[in-house]
């Protein structure tokens, strides 16, 4: 199993930048598959970004492709979700979530067994 725990989050200036890290705690780090999802009020939780166990395959949604990056640091197993360029309509909490048997391409929220608590972005106009 795999606990994680979002921080990062905050109220930005459309236009600005966060970075969200994740935390995890457990074992085999590198063998989970890790994404980004996020939730705004009203709306059904939707991917972001995913990255494999080494780092070197990364899928994005489209809504944020050139403007977020997802990476990782599995020596202090983190995640990280670099996002620039922020708009209003990425408002939203963002959630961190792991899988072992996921493939990097999987932007399903079905697909992850195991989330974080989230953490509130709020991008003004």
């Known amino acids: 199993q795999v606990q994680l725990v979002e921080s990062g989050g905050g109220l930005v200036q459309a236009g600005g930048s966060l970075r969200l890290s994740c935390a995890a705690s457990?074992?085999?780090?590198?063998?989970?598959?890790l994404g980004w999802f996020r939730q705004a009020p009203g709306k059904e939780r939707e991917f972001v970004a995913s990255i494999s166990g080494f780092g070197t395959v990364t899928y994005y949604a489209d809504s944020v492709k050139g403007r977020f990056t997802i990476s990782r640091e599995n020596a202090r197993s983190t995640l990280y979700l670099q996002m620039n360029s922020l708009k209003p309509e990425d408002t939203a909490v963002y959630y961190c979530?792991?899988?072992?048997?996921?493939?990097?391409?999987?932007?399903?929220?079905?697909?992850?067994?195991?989330w974080g608590q989230g953490t509130q972005v709020t991008v003004s106009s």
């Open positions: 979530a792991a899988d072992r048997g996921a493939s990097v391409y999987y932007s399903q929220v079905r697909n992850y067994d195991y």
């Open positions: 457990g074992r085999s780090f590198s063998s989970y598959v």
